[in-house]
């Protein structure tokens, strides 16, 4: 019986078919009548719930309940199923191309979430979301860690595996991708791969021998714990170009990159990320920095990227479908103003 235990338990954690697993179930089953004394009815419905599960099990796919499971999952993940403001009691998802409608979402109280439209196909085949450049720092946590889209395979054995967002998990599982060659690499691929190697003098890699990230300069290879966080940044961009993580029809989202650059750097890496742009990647970055904000918008002028290119604002937790530029740069000059008024006090004071 034990045995027989042991065979499920391992059929429920691993890819196997749903036929050996109906299999597995049918020997508990045997062998749960064979050594107790159960009464006919309760028989009867054991042998019931294993022809449901057989029925379930069998039935035809629904793409659109698929979907709309994978979307809930996702956002457990994500969020904690948190998708609403405060106070309200429900919300909208809706993507739009153009005037089609490419998704919509029903956001309900409880949090779960209800597709209502059938979903179009979107020309965006993969996304890439990258919040913080220390991802590099911890390469043995990550190792380690699932995110909740893996809740239903937890086990007594996995109490205390750390738990990450999907979007990190998917962000160190995609560093992790082994490098081409440089000879596959197109002129333009190259071209960014160049600049980015001649902004930090080196090249960041994974490096299989070491099973962790390491910066490589001078043909001395240092452990990425031991670099600056531009660094970093940098060489995430490296790695994803390298492994064509990053590629045409692909988004990249970059969340406040210049956290962690000098104003010299966040000019390199906009002048990158418009490159990429020009090569029919879709790239969306957050950002407080007005000189990150200038060069996305003078290297996409140079690039032929203006009617392209948008910069919104975010605001009272909206962000309007329109160009805000020079309400951004007006909001992101109020510290000067500040200080202006502060000289102008000291004058007057003197």
Do not use: C
Not at 138 to 160: A, E, F
């Amino acid at each position: 019986m034990d045995e027989v235990l042991r065979l499920l338990r391992r059929f429920s954690v691993q890819n196997t078919s749903i036929d050996d697993q109906l299999v597995a179930i049918d020997s508990v089953i045997d062998k749960v009548f064979e050594v107790t004394d159960l009464d006919p009815d309760a028989k009867e419905k054991i042998k019931r719930l294993r022809n449901d599960i057989d029925a379930i099990a069998h039935q035809p796919e629904d793409t659109r309940q698929s979907i709309e499971n994978a979307f809930n999952k996702v956002f457990a993940s994500e969020f904690d199923a948190s998708l609403l403001l405060h106070n309200q009691q429900t919300g909208d998802i809706r993507l739009f191309e153009g005037d089609l409608e490419l998704i919509h979402l029903k956001i309900n109280k409880d949090g779960s979430v209800a597709l209502l439209t059938d979903v179009e196909p979107v020309e965006i085949q993969d996304a890439t979301f990258i919040d913080s450049p220390l991802i590099l720092n911890y390469h043995d946590v990550l190792l380690r860690s699932q995110t909740l889209l893996d809740l239903d395979k937890r086990r007594p054995g996995r109490i205390g595996m750390a738990y990450t967002t999907l979007h990190t998990k998917d962000l160190f599982d995609k560093l992790r991708e082994p490098a081409l060659p440089n000879n596959l690499f197109t002129k333009d691929r190259s071209s960014a791969l160049d600049h980015l190697k001649y902004a930090i003098k080196g090249e960041v890699t994974y490096s299989q021998s070491e099973h962790d990230f390491v910066f490589n300069r001078n043909q001395q290879a240092f452990s990425i714990k031991n670099t600056a966080s531009g660094i970093k940044v940098f060489g995430l961009l490296q790695i994803l170009l390298g492994n064509e993580i990053i590629d045409k029809n692909t988004m990249l989202i970059f969340d406040e990159p210049e956290n962690h650059l000098h104003p010299k750097w966040q000019l390199h890496l906009a002048q990158v990320l418009v490159s990429l742009v020009e090569h029919g990647v879709f790239v969306l970055v957050s950002s407080h920095s007005p000189y990150m904000i200038q060069a996305l918008k003078r290297y996409g002028d140079r690039a032929n990227l203006a009617d392209s290119a948008r910069f919104f604002l975010a605001e009272n937790n909206r962000i309007e479908d329109s160009d805000r530029l020079s309400e951004i740069f007006q909001i992101l000059s109020e510290p000067f103003q500040t200080f202006r008024e502060m000289d102008a006090k000291g004058l007057m004071g003197e």
